[in-house]
């Protein structure tokens, strides 16, 4: 067996940190090896990934314990530099990676500064450039390249090495679904392509099935180790290590033996004839009939777009003629591609931007007309990154801000603060450093500074990017909340499994145009349609169009399943 990383007894704690990030971290990867590194927020997963090339302990400083060695090589013995062509590491944040004017400049830098000769150079960015689908790329900017463009671009840097060693570090978190399928699936052809060892860390569960080995990580340590068909299959175990665990094996889970749960679509169909399940027509009628009532039951229209066009100086219109209208007590999904408008959409709807042409009416009051302190308590901002929204000294500070402005103060304000952070579980953490707590919870102190206001509307953009599996149900359960408390929610999301179970509603754009209006359950229907805008719907949802009924979650699923492995069932199974 020749070996590719081994690490023995290591401990890490950054500097200034009061816990060690690294645990006693023993890990073994033989030579070739497939790894899905997973884990939730805080794991420990990046830090990992620093040790392989050395930029930990030597770029980023800590207290270090233990041996790390790559390739055969003690890392704490081997500058950065000499890692390098070891070691390709494409950072979960890749914007920080790319630097130079052009495509081909960018790709050719790593073996440039390596001091290769010319004809090896150019041989080696042909390669990459080819590899990941960029030729027709060489001479562009990469600031004027999409999401997935850069994510490509930041991968092919480090392929123009050749390095035997590739690490990806969540190499889609921001990504829309067309460019997180682009980038899946030149990883795994990247992957597949060679004996290249590599290791991937990733949130998806369903991204990883075909890979040799998953290691499980949780505060610092390894909490399990095996092959991901293995692993993945206990939906129960996973999620409640931070891990959103394969759709199919959740909807399954108590349905079929344990042993027999399904992982993909085509599992999942094949163990449905094999043992001749059905669907009750009754319990799938009654969710039906559920989501019927509850449009019923909304109110009257809060946000009134007619024919908006507005573009950014210099460039054509973003939006263009959009028309259509949200009532009191929606949730509405806003789906579509880096770049097709929901975030500019998203800020016209409390004053952050003006309409070119036509109107925004919020509450009937005209936006072009109306003062952006009074839009801003009408309508509440989640801005995706929540360290956009924070600068206070202090959470309570953070959240008592808006209130202040509007003249609140005294007694009045501190009952209404304490409110707020109780609604978002940071009562206890009043006095804390805002930039102290996890990324979950700053985006939770962002949602309290806004809520303060007492907004009716919200307009959350993005609000579980970045976030694992358990932060992310928390924060949905935090706008259902919400929303069932009266606001009007506007989700902006390019995860397909939340538009799924929570949203009412769903509005697509494309190329700045209102392409889609309708419910989740119709857009999801329709696969054909969903291709066009460059969606793909969850795993359940693929399965049950197979079988004749679009469902939207396992909870769904479960409660119309008719299966002799369900004693509740019995007696409608038989």
Request: include cysteine; aromatic fraction near 6%; proline fraction near 6%.
């Amino acid at each position: 067996m020749q070996e590719a990383i081994r690490l023995e007894g290591v401990f890490f704690r950054y500097k200034r940190a009061s816990d060690f990030a690294l645990k006693g971290i023993d890990l073994l990867v033989e030579r070739g090896q497939k790894v899905a590194l997973m884990g939730p927020s805080g794991a420990g997963k990046s830090t990992l990934c620093f040790l392989l090339n050395g930029i930990i302990p030597r770029l980023i400083k800590g207290e270090l314990k233990g041996r790390v060695w790559v390739e055969g090589r003690d890392t704490s013995s081997y500058p950065v530099r000499e890692m390098a062509p070891l070691v390709g590491l494409v950072f979960q944040d890749f914007e920080t990676q790319l630097f130079c004017t052009e495509v081909e400049l960018e790709v050719a830098f790593g073996p440039e500064n390596l001091g290769w000769p010319r004809d090896e150079i150019r041989r080696r960015v042909d390669w990459a450039l080819r590899l990941v689908g960029m030729e027709a790329y060489r001479g562009r900017q990469p600031a004027t390249l999409s999401g997935g463009e850069k994510q490509r671009l930041a991968l092919a840097s480090v392929l123009s090495l050749d390095p035997p060693l590739l690490c990806l570090d969540e190499p889609t978190s921001d990504l829309d679904p067309s460019g997180r399928e682009q980038v899946i699936r030149i990883a795994h052809e990247v992957m597949g392509v060679s004996s290249r060892t590599t290791v991937l860390v990733e949130h998806d569960a369903e991204e990883v099935l075909s890979l040799d080995r998953t290691v499980l990580m949780e505060d610092g340590k390894i909490v399990a180790d095996g092959p991901p068909r293995v692993l993945l299959r206990d939906a129960k175990v996973i999620s409640s290590h931070g891990v959103r665990p394969p759709e199919l094996s959740e909807a399954f889970a108590g349905i079929v033996p344990p042993e027999r749960v399904p992982l993909t679509v085509e599992e999942a169909l094949e163990l449905w004839r094999q043992m001749e399940l059905q669907i009750d027509p009754r319990s799938h009628r009654k969710w039906l009939e559920g989501e019927e009532e509850r449009r019923k039951s909304l109110g009257p229209p809060v946000v009134v777009v007619e024919d908006l066009v507005f573009g950014y100086p210099g460039g054509p219109p973003v939006l263009s003629g959009l028309t259509f209208s949200l009532h009191q007590g929606e949730f509405v999904a806003l789906l579509g591609q880096n770049g097709s408008g929901k975030t500019t959409l998203g800020k016209h709807l409390n004053g952050l931007l003006r309409p070119q042409r036509g109107e925004v009416r919020i509450q009937g009051v005209n936006t072009k007309e109306a003062d952006l302190s009074l839009l801003s308590r009408r309508v509440g901002y989640v801005f995706q990154n929540p360290d956009h929204q924070i600068f206070a000294e202090t959470v309570e500070d953070d959240v008592s801000f808006g209130p202040r402005l509007a003249g609140l103060e005294g007694r009045e304000l501190e009952v209404r603060v304490r409110e707020v952070l109780r609604t978002v579980g940071l009562e206890e953490k009043a006095k804390w450093d805002p930039f102290a707590l996890t990324k979950g919870e700053r985006q939770k102190l962002a949602v309290a500074a806004v809520l303060a206001t007492r907004p009716e509307i919200l307009v959350f953009d993005e609000p579980t990017t970045g976030m694992d599996y358990r932060e992310a149900c928390a924060m949905m359960g935090l706008i259902v909340h919400l929303n069932r408390s009266g606001h009007t929610i506007l989700m902006i999301t390019h995860s397909m499994w939340l538009v799924a179970r929570y949203a009412q509603r769903a509005l697509a754009l494309a190329e700045g145009r209102l392409a889609v209006d309708t419910t989740p359950r119709m857009l999801f229907a329709d696969e054909q349609l969903l291709r066009g805008l460059s969606l793909r719907p969850p795993a359940l949802v693929r399965f049950g169009n197979r079988i004749g009924e679009t469902f939207l979650s396992p909870e769904e699923f479960k409660d119309c399943v008719l299966s002799p492995f369900l004693p509740q069932r019995e007696a409608r199974y038989a």
